[in-house]
């Protein structure tokens, strides 16, 4: 079984948040799931999507061009997808902001739920994107609805790693700062490398950097290049890992780790170039 999905809609619609979801449910499920974002204006209201794939075997290519399953939350979404997808897929429209009378391909299946409608009715609007992979469930055989509520419980315990790692944040950066600092100076090291290494860069890795790096010139090596790579990863993605990833395919992340941290060098050298 393979089974290609996007989720697409507004920025602020939840459309990346509906594909973790369906990764986490798959992953418990003990299927093979692929998770890939775009990212770009959707925090400002421009589209959003992720490609999503679920398999019992090995996926080769996480990248979905023609999808057998479509959740389109907007008209946009709708219009850009349809001619891609693939002939008897599913197409799961947001009714509630597409128009009624909106004709669509004969050899699909569209099943049409007024998500925002229902999400408002329940007094939380940010919900729509729940209620479209509560209509996915109930209409596909993809998962049970056993299996769907056991990943949907997993996301609690993955919340509370986030934050925890979120709120630590802070504490190493005082720590680099303080103490690794003036060691670093004095062996004419700049200091940022370490709290780059360690910091990812959207959790104070770039601001670090430009408080304590000796130049400009290391401030966008550490802060950006360093903090989005290496810090990244040893900041967020393993902890994060190390508590989701079943004991039996630890062995696997951690040559995957290994094998990412050694193209570090690769990847600074790319994006210095």
């Given at each position: 079984?393979?089974?290609?999905?996007?989720?697409?809609?507004?920025?602020?619609?939840?459309?990346?948040?509906?594909?973790?979801?369906?990764?986490?449910?798959?992953?418990?499920?003990?299927?093979?799931?692929?998770?890939?974002?775009?990212?770009?204006?959707e925090m400002r209201g421009g589209s959003a999507n992720c490609n999503v794939v679920v398999s019992d075997e090995k996926i080769a290519n996480p990248c979905v061009k023609n999808p057998d399953i479509l959740l389109g939350m907007n008209s946009v979404s709708v219009d850009k997808y349809e001619s891609l997808m693939k002939k008897n897929g599913y197409m799961f429209v947001n009714e509630s902001l597409v128009s009624k009378d909106r004709k669509y391909r004969e050899d699909i299946n569209v099943i049409k739920v007024p998500v925002t409608e229902i999400a408002q009715n329940l007094g939380n609007e940010k919900a729509a994107n729940i209620c479209m992979l509560g209509a996915m469930v109930k209409s596909l055989d993809l998962f049970t609805k056993e299996e769907f509520e056991s990943g949907i419980k997993t996301m609690g315990p993955l919340a509370i790693s986030m934050v925890g790692i979120l709120s630590i944040t802070p504490l190493l950066s005082s720590i680099i700062e303080i103490v690794v600092g003036p060691i670093a100076k004095n062996f004419n090291i700049d200091p940022s490398i370490f709290s780059s290494s360690f910091i990812a860069i959207d959790m104070g890795g770039?601001?670090?950097?430009?408080?304590?790096?000796?130049?400009?010139?290391?401030?966008?090596?550490?802060?950006?290049?360093?903090?989005?790579?290496?810090?990244?990863?040893?900041s967020f993605t393993l902890p994060l890992a190390l508590g989701l990833v079943k004991e039996k395919y630890m062995d696997s992340l951690t040559k995957g780790f290994l094998c990412g941290i050694i193209t570090v060098p690769i990847s600074k050298d790319c994006g210095e170039y």
């Open positions: 079984m393979l089974n290609e999905i996007i989720c697409a809609g507004f920025g602020g619609q939840g459309v990346l948040t509906a594909g973790k979801i369906i990764m986490y449910v798959a992953y418990k499920a003990e299927k093979k799931i692929t998770w890939f974002p775009s990212y770009g204006n770039y601001n670090i950097a430009s408080n304590i790096a000796n130049s400009s010139e290391f401030v966008i090596f550490s802060g950006i290049l360093m903090a989005s790579i290496l810090g990244c990863t040893l």
